[in-house]
C-alpha cells in the first residue's frame, strides 16, 4: 500500500487470516529459533506442569498475528511499532490438524504522517489467546 488509501477509515477491517499450526511446525519453529523449551514438544511434561497440553511458543503466535498485518499493508517494513500480551497459550494436539490460529484486524486509529494503528484479535479454539495486541503501520 502506497500512501494512505482515500477510503480507509476507524473501523475498516483487514482481511481475516486463519493459521494451522501442527506439532511439526513447534519442532520447525524450535529449530528457527532455539527455543527447545520441552512443553514445546513433550505432552507428559507440559501437563505437569499445569498446562493442558504441549503448547506453541508465545513468539509464534505473535510471529502469526503480524503476519496479517505486513500481509495486509503489503511490506513488512510497515510496521513500526507491534506488541501483545499473552493471555492463553495455544495448545497444539497431536494429530494431522493442529491447532487453528484466527487473526482478524481492524484500524483502530488514523494517525499523524500516514500512520494507522490496528489492533488484532487473535484466538484459537475459540479463546482469545493474545490481548492487546496491536501494531502501527505506516501506510506511504
Known amino acids: 500500500m502506497t500512501g494512505r488509501p482515500a477510503d ?5 477491517e483487514l482481511p481475516e487470516q486463519v493459521s494451522r499450526v501442527t506439532r511439526a511446525d513447534l519442532i520447525r519453529y524450535a529449530g528457527a529459533s532455539g527455543d527447545f523449551n520441552v512443553i514445546h514438544w513433550n505432552e507428559r511434561v507440559a501437563r505437569e506442569v499445569g498446562l493442558p497440553g504441549v ?3 508465545g513468539m509464534l503466535t505473535a510471529g502469526l ?3 496479517a498485518v505486513t500481509a495486509w499493508a503489503g511490506d513488512p517494513g510497515a ?7 499473552f ?3 495455544v495448545v497444539v494436539p497431536d ?3 493442529g491447532a487453528e490460529v ?3 484486524g481492524r484500524v483502530a486509529a488514523l494517525l499523524d504522517d500516514g500512520r494507522v494503528r490496528v489492533d488484532l ?3 484459537s479454539g475459540g479463546e482469545k489467546v493474545l490481548s492487546l495486541a496491536r501494531a502501527v503501520v505506516a501506510l506511504r
Open 102 to 104: 484466527t487473526v482478524r
Open 79 to 85: 510496521v513500526v511499532d507491534y506488541q501483545v500480551r
Open 65 to 67: 498475528a503480524v503476519r
Open 95 to 97: 494429530d494431522e490438524d
Open 8 to 12: 480507509l477509515e476507524v473501523g475498516s
Open 55 to 57: 503448547i506453541a511458543h
Open 121 to 123: 484479535t487473535v484466538t
Open 87 to 89: 493471555s492463553r497459550p
